[in-house]
C-alpha cells in the first residue's frame, strides 16, 4: 500500500476510456480526504512514470502510511498484512543496493526476505464483528497472466464462501492496477465476469472513499513474496488471503467463468456451429507467450498433420496463427475471431477436448470441464491437478554454447531435440484417457 497526494490536477485514462482523476490536495490537515489517494506500489510506480512524462509540475509525493491507518475510519486488514511496505521497500532496497550483497538476480529475493509473509488466519480476523452485511475493496492485481488471475478467482470465491458462513451478505469490490496497465480491459473483463465480485474499478481510491469499507486486503508485491513461487497460484492466493489451503479439498478449487452475459460476433458462432455439426472438436494451442514453453513452430505444424492423421474422427481448430501455408479441410483458424478473453473462453468451451503447452487455456479448459492434455517443459512448476487433465513432460536438452554468462539463443544445441521426441501416439492415448 502507499499512500500519496499530487501536485497539481491531472486526469489518466485507462485502456476502456475510464477517466481516473487526481486533484491538488485540499485540507491536508484532514486525512479522510478526498484528495489523499491510496494505490498499490506497482500502479504508483507506474503513476510516477506517467506524471514524469507530462511535466516537472506533476508530482506524486508521499504521505506517512502510519497516519491514515491509525483514523477510527479505516477499515481492518484481511489475510496477511503488508504495513509500511512503500519504506520498507525503498529503505531495503537502497541498504542493499549499496553493498555487495545484492547480486543481478537477486532483487526479488531479498524482497521476499522483507515482506511480511506470516501466515494469517481468516476466520480469527473476523471473530466478534457484529455487523452482518460486510464490504471488502481489494488493491491491486490478483495476479498479472490470465492463468495466474484465473486461480486466483478461484481462491476468492473460496474466500467469500468462507465469509458468507459467518456473514449475512459480503460486498466485494476489486481496484486494480491502471496508471500504465494496458491489459487492464482484459483484466477487468475477467474479474468481473465473477459473479461474488459487486465491482471492479482502476487505481487510486481516495481515502474517504476507502475508509467506507468495513475491510481491505492489500495485493501489492505479493508476487514478490516466496510462497508465490514454491505454491501453486491457487494456493498461493488463499495463503495470502488468510486460508489455509491444505485444509481445502482439490475439487474445492475448481476453476469458474461466467460467460452468460456474452455475446459471441455472429461470424464466431456461425464458424463455431458449422465446425461442431462435423462432429468431435480438438482444440490446439502449441504456443505460450514465453518460448520456452512452446512447440517450436515447423514442429508445431508437423505435429498438427500426424495428429489429423490419426484422428480422423476430429475437427481440429486453434486461436492461433500457426503458419499462413498450412490448410486442410478438418482445420479451422480461429485467430481472426478471438480478439478477447471472453472470446476465446467461448472457443475453449466449445472444444471437446484440448491439446496445449503450459498456457491459461488449462486454466480456462477447467472452468468448462474440458478434458485437456496439458504439455510441460519444467516438471518442477507448482500447477493445480485437475481431474480432467493429464500431464506430459518434455526435457529441455538444449545446451548453451555460449561461455559468456548471458544466454544467446543462436548459439543454443539441441535446442529441439526434446520437442523432436514428443510422440503423437502417446498425445494420443492420453486424449483418448480422459
Not at 75 to 101: D, F, V
Not at 301 to 320: D, W
Not at 406 to 421: N, P
Request: with cysteine; glycine share 2%.
Amino acid at each position: 500500500m502507499v499512500v500519496f497526494r499530487v501536485t497539481d490536477n491531472i486526469n489518466i485514462k485507462t485502456t476502456d476510456g475510464t477517466l481516473i482523476k487526481y486533484e491538488k490536495v485540499k485540507g491536508p490537515s484532514n486525512l479522510l480526504n478526498e484528495t489523499i489517494y491510496i494505490s498499490t506500489l506497482e500502479d504508483f510506480n507506474d503513476l510516477k512514470r506517467v506524471l514524469a512524462s507530462v511535466g516537472n509540475k506533476y508530482k506524486a509525493k508521499i504521505i506517512d502510511e502510519s497516519k491514515v491507518r491509525y483514523l477510527s475510519q479505516f477499515p481492518r486488514e484481511l489475510g496477511i498484512t503488508n504495513i509500511n511496505e512503500y519504506n520498507i521497500t525503498n529503505n531495503l532496497n537502497y541498504k542493499y543496493k549499496n553493498t555487495n550483497i545484492l547480486t543481478k538476480n537477486s532483487n526479488s529475493v531479498l524482497e521476499s526476505l522483507y515482506l511480511n509473509e506470516e501466515k494469517a488466519d481468516l476466520q480469527k480476523q473476523v471473530e466478534g464483528v457484529l455487523k452482518r452485511d460486510i464490504s471488502i475493496v481489494i488493491l491491486g492485481n490478483l495476479g498479472f497472466s490470465i492463468s495466474e488471475m484465473i486461480c486466483a478467482s478461484t481462491a476468492l470465491r473460496i474466500f467469500y464462501e468462507k465469509l458468507m458462513k459467518v456473514f449475512k451478505s459480503v460486498k466485494i469490490d476489486i481496484y486494480l492496477n491502471a496508471s500504465e496497465n494496458r491489459f487492464y480491459t482484459r483484466d477487468k473483463t475477467i474479474f468481473s465476469n465473477q459473479t461474488f465480485i459487486n465491482k471492479v474499478s482502476a487505481l487510486s481510491i481516495d481515502v474517504k472513499e476507502f475508509c467506507q469499507y468495513d475491510f481491505f486486503i492489500d495485493a501489492s508485491s505479493v508476487s514478490k513474496r516466496s510462497f508465490y513461487e514454491t505454491l501453486n497460484h491457487t494456493d498461493a492466493w488463499l495463503y495470502k488471503l488468510g486460508i489455509d489451503y491444505q485444509t481445502i479439498p482439490n475439487e474445492m478449487k475448481y476453476n469458474q467463468i461466467n460467460i452468460a452475459a456474452y455475446r459471441p460476433k455472429k461470424e464466431l458462432e456461425d464458424k463455431i456451429k458449422t465446425i461442431k455439426k462435423r462432429g468431435k472438436v480438438l482444440l490446439y494451442h502449441p504456443y505460450s507467450a514465453n518460448a520456452q514453453k512452446s512447440i517450436p513452430k515447423e514442429i508445431a505444424v508437423r505435429f498438427l498433420k500426424k495428429l489429423i492423421e490419426k484422428m480422423p474422427e476430429y475437427t481440429f481448430i486453434s486461436a492461433l496463427k500457426l503458419d499462413s501455408k498450412f490448410s486442410h479441410e478438418r482445420y479451422f483458424d480461429l485467430n481472426n475471431d478471438s480478439s478477447s478473453f471472453l472470446d476465446f473462453c467461448y472457443i475453449v468451451s466449445n472444444a471437446t477436448k484440448i491439446l496445449t503447452v503450459d498456457t491459461a487455456t488449462y486454466y480456462i479448459a477447467d472452468a468448462f470441464f474440458i478434458p485437456t492434455v496439458v504439455i510441460y517443459t519444467n516438471r518442477k512448476k507448482q500447477t493445480m491437478e485437475y481431474n480432467l487433465s493429464k500431464a506430459i513432460f518434455v526435457k529441455d536438452e538444449s545446451k548453451n554454447f555460449s561461455q559468456f554468462i548471458f544466454r544467446d539463443e543462436s548459439l543454443l544445441l539441441y535446442r529441439f531435440d526434446g520437442w523432436q521426441k514428443l510422440k503423437a501416439s502417446k498425445v494420443i492415448k492420453l486424449l483418448e484417457k480422459l
